[in-house]
């Protein structure tokens, strides 16, 4: 597993702690900008997590907030050198690094899924067929990366005190044919083998409930090391947004404990998702028998998508 210390948290646990710093002095932003002849964006930004903290901002900054502890000033300075260093996942350009940054250190990982599977359970084939259907679609060399990219994010779930992962799939993710039946056979099989794991819990919000309270919503709620605070990402056509205030967190957890008591609990979870493996894979064995039969009687009538697949007894 790569280095699981993440620069976004580091540099967002320091922001959290220098605020607190300024705010028990009783200083605005304006005025630390002014005491250490910055711009008052540029102090913001590192209180946000969004910008880079010098050796000499931290020295700053703790002689003006007279931070005297040698210990806390080591602190800051270790946080602020850490938010430097470049993660694993910066290699592959990814649309949503910040995003992977956070959920690599997070201690709790909670999300809805209402159409496809969450990427922390995707096989190879699953995530290929979902970027192949992707517009603007990527080169066949960038799919890879990004196929390399989500297993690595995966391995998240098996590390040393590794995140507690809940996560609630509508059962349309489960009947949705991404990649046909052969791929989608293969990652229910994925889910059962994750949804085992001591730390995972998978439940299914089935058809028959009807209405619930994130219809036409994705979203995943991350919890962070104390005192990093959490974050909701909400996925959309337009990409994601993310959303940190108290209220915003405090109602995406109301929501997800909602959807959590209206899902199947994890053992019937289970035997549902079993019955769809085997429905997948008898739609394979029909496939298989069907093309053997027209090879055999009739070449000519072979489906055009059939005529290149190898016939494997």
Known sequence: MPEVRSPIVRRRELGVLLRALRTEKGLTVEQVAERLLCSPSKVSRMETGHGLATPRDIRDLCDLYEVADAAERERLTILARE???RAWWQSYDLAYA???????????????????????????????????????????????????AKLTRQRVLTQANPPRFAVVLDEAALHRRVGGPQVMAAQLTKILDVSALPNVMVQVLPFELGAHPALESNFTILRLPDPTPGVVYVEGMIGSIHLQRAEDLGRYHDIFGKLQSMAL????????????????NNSLDADLHMLITLSLAKPAAIPRQWRKLPIIL
């Open 98 to 148: 910040n995003y992977v940054g956070l959920e690599a250190e997070a201690v709790a990982i909670s999300a809805f899924q209402s159409s496809v599977v969450h990427g922390l359970l995707h096989t190879a084939d699953y995530a290929r067929a979902n970027h192949e259907s992707s517009i603007p679609r990527f080169d066949p060399e960038q799919i890879d990366l990004q196929i390399e």
């Open 83 to 85: 938010g430097k260093r």
């Open 265 to 280: 609990d994890p053992k019937d979870t289970t035997d549902l998702i079993a019955q769809l493996l085997r429905i997948y």
